[in-house]
């Protein structure tokens, strides 16, 4: 019987360590990484048990790629971006067509961000794609890929089901792309996000899932309702917690040993230093907590067949809320730590620089609780993004 997964990905931590610095220059995980990823059994921990998942529950998931991210954030991404890729895909897929991708512990997917320049036609038994797409986390891991697109008729009108457009994420395998190597970034580098892009491919209607549309459902779970936009959200502000914790860890470790020049008194000695760890440990507390108790809330709706606007906005803002938190308590970690802190071989360095860069993710965009506080006035806008 398998472990936890976020027991299981803890082991990980001092192999991530090691190839930490290795994964950063070469913008992609390590072969050691990914093996031990597969050997964990880490990439269908969503995937439903029918085709040898996990199906664990939100608030494991949260806690996995915390776990995962407290040795590197690059791999915690990965572990979040190709899970939740995978399982909302599966979950929408004919069950023979999603057993044929989705076979075995290696088989993740990786793809872009959605947006309104690609060009999905219908015709006879499935689509021709056409479009570039950016952000393709973990690709380079993959053997397939996958792309979002809203669907036209030939003429060129919108292609219409459930009272809709159609709009659909299309899978293929990797090498009918054209990978851009143009991942050239502050931090993350390891994710290998790379640019892709395809022409007038065909991709069969069995190949075309419909993740979040609850008409085209083929597995029940409870995880598949709550759709893929909060289960992202959720596993990417399990990785910026993760983040914040190393470093906090990191700088309280420096300040037990550290004596600054610019201070008549050690670190360990100094009421300031007290206070800002003693305040760090505390929101980064918080966070979690709330993070973690609207994960385990709106999962637990789910299995009851009851989770509601209300609870779906909650994660969205405790998701939010923790991404943005961990993110300072990250950075008040790296500036406490001082002039060491700026070294490629100290702790700090790589780690800031990943912090910065998941907090500009569109799951942690500050619209998010704007959008929260109108739904708790009562504005009647519609919520978003949840």
């Not at 990980?12 to 964990?40: F, M, N």
């Not at 305040?279 to 009851?304: C, G, I, M």
């Not at 779906?312 to 943005?324: D, E, K, S, Y």
């Not at 790296?334 to 002039?339: C, L, Q, V």
């Amino acid at each position: 019987m398998l472990k936890p997964a976020s027991e299981r990905a803890r082991t990980l931590v001092s192999l991530l360590d090691a190839h930490g610095a290795e994964i950063d220059r070469r913008r992609e995980l390590t072969p050691e990484v990914v093996d031990a990823l597969v050997e964990q059994d880490l990439l269908r921990l969503l995937l439903p048990k029918g085709l040898g998942g996990q199906e664990i529950t939100l608030l494991e998931f949260c806690k996995t790629t915390e776990a995962v991210a407290i040795g590197d954030a690059s791999t915690g991404w990965f572990v979040n971006q190709s899970n939740v890729s995978s399982a909302s895909s599966a979950a929408a897929m004919p069950k023979d067509a999603a057993a044929a991708i989705f076979s075995g512990p290696r088989e993740g997917l990786a793809w872009g961000s959605r947006h309104n320049q690609s060009v999905a036609t219908r015709v006879d038994g499935g689509y021709r794609l056409t479009g570039r797409w950016s952000y393709a986390s973990g690709s380079r891991h993959t053997s397939w890929i996958g792309a979002h697109s809203a669907v036209t008729n030939p003429d060129g009108s919108p292609h219409m089901r459930h009272g809709r457009q159609d709009d659909r994420s299309f899978l293929f395998p990797k090498a009918q792309a054209e990978i851009i190597d143009d991942w050239y970034v502050l931090g993350l580098r390891g994710t290998g996000s790379d640019t892709y892009e395809v022409r007038d491919l065909f991709v069969p209607d069995a190949h075309a899932p419909a993740r979040d549309i609850p008409e085209e459902k083929r597995w029940d779970g409870p995880l598949y309702p709550i759709g893929s936009t909060l289960l992202y959200a959720t596993g990417f502000s399990g990785v910026t917690v993760g983040l914040a914790r190393r470093m906090l860890d990191t700088y309280i470790e420096l300040a037990r040993s550290r004596h600054s020049r610019s201070s008549a008194y050690s670190m360990a000695a100094n009421q300031a230093v007290h206070r800002e760890i003693g305040s760090l440990e505390a929101k980064w507390r918080s966070a979690r907590a709330f993070l973690h108790q609207s994960a385990a809330e709106a999962y637990d709706a789910s299995v009851r067949g009851e989770l509601d606007t209300d609870l779906r906005v909650r994660l969205r803002l405790a998701t939010t809320h923790a991404m943005n938190e961990a993110t300072e308590v990250s950075v008040a970690c790296y500036r406490g730590a001082g002039t060491m802190a700026i070294l490629d071989r100290a702790p700090f360095e790589r780690r800031l620089r990943d912090a910065l860069t998941a907090s500009q993710h569109l799951q942690a965009m500050m619209s998010h609780v704007e959008m929260a506080g109108r739904h708790l006035i009562g504005t009647g806008d519609p919520p978003a993004f949840i």
